[in-house]
């Protein structure tokens, strides 16, 4: 007999962006020519020196395990690094290292969270949030993030979830943010921290993205001395490094958090694999100036994208101010065409053409509130991305493929139920 699933199992929502990736490469197979803009990922090779070190690393023999909280050399150059860019002092002792950013999710509410913990997060979300805050019988308590705000959290949120949650315990900040784009400004910051300042509340700072800022300027929670005292900053060589296949990231935490979580390593997944940290040693050292390159590059795709959304009837795009996703507003296209913004995204993969598709998500795959938005990732040539939008200009006409699309799938249509 097979065994039943744990109610988490059957429950578990998982990352949409893998599920269209998927489809994406099933249609490329079948001979359909896609514009995937679907998943967050960088169009760039690994920086040279990073992939040098890793091949050298392996033929020297640097393939057993190492420690779980990560190379003593690679921490220090971490600690050193990050903290030259931040303008803030790191000990090595406060860097953990692990198998990208996504996992320190789970770290984070490991070490913190009790069942029936409340957890402020702001939506639209980062889809692996919630599953990692039920994996610990806690619960998430949702703060939109508004366009007018330029989808900046709103410390006020934070105070009504401090005064109302019957048990709060933790808040995720992500600026840059995905999908929005909205960087949180000092000021943010500073009264989101007095506020958690004195409590027993963790911060989980997501910051994969803090090299890609095109208006204003990244702040970390980690620049203010008090609030640094109860933040778990975290990092990724998948964006800026273009590493995302290598699985490489780190936090930055209190020395005491950090041991706690090294623990939480320990017994999953034991450490990060060395000749990845040797990699990622050899990227913070000697391949900035191509990643500063990149960065550049992905600001002018950004803003390319952006400029090739305008004028569309219905959507309605401005440059974000971090990251590189668009999440133009479609609301008035998906009235309009009675269409919900994830069937909007289906449609253009799947339906709109017989031997073209566009890959993107509908806002609502990071939570309710991007409902009635597109993410477009800017992860392509600037010769994809313009050619993606005029055939997304193209296919919102064909009103025809549009009804039957509706017809085969009605869950999409706006007011069915899911
Ligand atoms: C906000 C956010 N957090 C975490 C991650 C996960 O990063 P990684 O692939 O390095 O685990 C991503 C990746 O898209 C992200 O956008």
Redesign the pocket.
Known sequence: MEPGLSHFAQGLRTETAFDVLALAKRLIARGKQVFELQI?DSPFDTPSNAKAAGIAAIKAGDTHYGPSAGVSTFRATIAQTLGAELGISIDAEEVLVAN????FETFFCEAFLNPGDGVLVFSPH?PTYPPNIARRGARMVVAPLRAERQFRPDPEDVRRFLANDPSPKAIFL?SPH?PTGGVATSGDIQAIGQMIEEKDIALFS?E??YQMVWEGAHVSPLQFPKLREQTVACY????SYSM?GW?L?FSIAPRKITQAMAKMANTTTSCAPPFIQAAGDAALRLDQGERDRQMAAFGGKVRLLIQNLQGIPGVEAVVPHGTFYAFPDVRALCTRLGIKSHGLALYLLEAADDSIGLACLGGECFGEAGQGFLRFSCAGSDEVLVNAMSFFREAITRTERIDAFLQERPHFRIGATN
């Not at 990208?100 to 996992?103: N, R």
């Not at 990724?236 to 964006?239: H, L, N, V």
């Open positions: 967050g990208g950013a996504k996992i980062f992500n995905n997501d994969p993205y990724t060589f998948s964006k995302s699985r990231g």
